[in-house]
């Protein structure tokens, strides 16, 4: 089978890299494109780990094909920070100790910052249910949605 030739732009650059057909954006990411944030946990779309954005949608790279990329914007948490200056959630979860081993806390941040994008001031409800997506294994979840609500509290009072 001949590998695909996609053109993408990923976190902000123009990106160009080959796949088999049948190849997940996960392996893309992780192999020739070396972006090793997304995690798989899965493999099946159950825990969110693999989380990025494309086109300004939550999606599990573990699910989507890498051929699928063509042409479109994509977003994972290597995108985040600007050089050395964390975003306001990433430095949220690292005061609050909203992270414990690691493996989701990618995905949990992707879902998080496309959360505050669409909805920057959301309820404690809003918040669990737009993470339900993501499984954390380690914490009890408070931590992480508190992050969330302080950060986006943060970034309103920021703004005015």
């Given amino acids: 089978m001949a590998k695909l030739h996609i053109s993408a732009t990923v976190n902000g650059e123009p990106t160009e890299f080959l796949c088999e057909p ?18 798989e946990g899965c493999g099946s779309g159950d825990c969110g780990a693999c ?9 599990c790279s573990c699910l989507m094909l890498a ?3 063509e042409g479109a ?7 985040m920070a600007e050089g050395d200056t964390l975003h306001p959630l990433q ?3 690292l005061e609050m100790a909203a992270l414990q ?10 879902a998080a910052k496309a959360l505050l994008d669409r909805n920057p001031d959301p ?18 979840y ?16 920021a703004v005015r």
Avoid: H, Q
């Fill in 73 to 79: 914007d994509i977003r994972t948490i290597e995108g």
């Fill in 67 to 69: 051929a699928e990329a």
């Fill in 91 to 93: 430095r949220k979860f």
């Fill in 22 to 39: 049948d190849e997940t954006m996960l392996d893309v990411l992780r192999g020739p494109l070396g972006l090793t944030g997304s995690k």
């Fill in 142 to 157: 408070d931590k992480i949605v508190r992050a969330v609500l302080e950060t986006a509290a943060e970034m309103r009072e």
């Fill in 101 to 110: 081993c690691g493996i989701c806390t990618p995905g949990m941040l992707v």
């Fill in 123 to 140: 309820s404690e409800s809003e918040v669990r249910y737009w993470l339900a997506g993501n499984l954390c294994r380690c914490t009890g």
């Fill in 51 to 59: 989380s990025i954005t494309l086109d300004g949608r939550l999606v």
